[in-house]
């Protein structure tokens, strides 16, 4: 199983500054790593896919890097709407998906 | 746009069949796989498996012969029953459309909102 390592736990940041949040998988999984944002009891919305491709609709502030084991989602400049969970997930191996723990962006 | 919309019971006893319905609107069923996913309080998400529109299915080794995923074409839904339930069973399911990608990897663009589900007498 591909286990998917995710830091910081927790994120404080204020409007306007830059995030950055990590993924790390225990194997190596290419580019197979997909990131999303996750407000409770809201649908999860897709982010990134291909570790770098940005989903339908995405802001340009979201962007993804990474290959192999060491994956990174940045948000340029936070807006209000972006205070929520993160968490990524990757495909291949047995289960066929596994996510990582995920971090809480919270207001500072 | 693609909705997806869980339902079932929120109350489920303990060694009993969990059941619970995803409805899809505004979007085609065939030519997808349609996925169940869980997370249970203070844990990670859980791929619990998938359904083909043409009916082949995908699990989960974690959870053996208890789960099965269904669909019903005419009626666009996805069921999954999840037998002999505990109370680690107690989570937040969602269903999700997977996105297959040779070049990107499979992943999730359409999620259902979610429905709790609570395993006890």
């Known amino acids: 199983e591909v286990v998917l390592t995710q830091s910081p736990g927790t994120l404080s940041l204020s409007p306007g500054e830059r995030a950055t949040l990590s993924c790390r998988a225990s194997?190596?999984?290419?580019?197979?790593l997909a990131w999303y944002q996750h407000t409770p009891g809201q649908a999860p919305r897709l982010l990134i896919y291909?570790?770098?491709s940005r989903g339908t609709g995405i802001p340009e502030r979201f962007s993804g890097t990474g290959s192999g084991t060491d994956f990174t989602l940045t948000i340029s400049r936070l807006e209000p709407e972006d205070f929520a969970v993160y968490f990524c997930q990757q495909y291949g191996g047995s289960p066929m998906y596994t996510f990582g723990q995920g971090t809480k962006l919270e207001i500072k | 746009q693609v909705q997806l919309q869980e339902s079932g019971p929120g109350l489920v006893k303990p060694s009993e069949t969990l059941s619970l319905t995803c409805t899809i609107s505004?979007?085609?069923?065939?030519?997808?796989?349609w996925s169940w996913i869980r997370q249970s309080p203070g844990r990670r998400l859980e791929w619990l498996g998938h359904?083909?529109?043409?009916?082949?299915?995908n699990y989960n080794p974690s959870l053996g012969s208890r789960v099965s995923v269904s669909i019903d074409r005419p009626k666009k839904q996805i069921s999954l029953k999840l037998t002999s339930v505990t109370a680690a069973d107690t989570a937040i399911y969602y269903c999700?459309?997977?996105?297959?990608?040779?070049?990107?990897?499979?992943?999730?663009?359409?999620w259902g909102r979610g429905t709790l589900v609570t395993v006890s007498s």
């Open positions: 194997h190596s999984i290419s580019r197979n």
């Open positions: 359904i083909f529109s043409s009916g082949s299915t």
């Open positions: 505004g979007g085609s069923i065939s030519n997808y796989y």
């Open positions: 999700a459309r997977v996105r297959d990608s040779v070049e990107y990897g499979d992943y999730f663009d359409h």
């Open positions: 291909g570790a770098s």
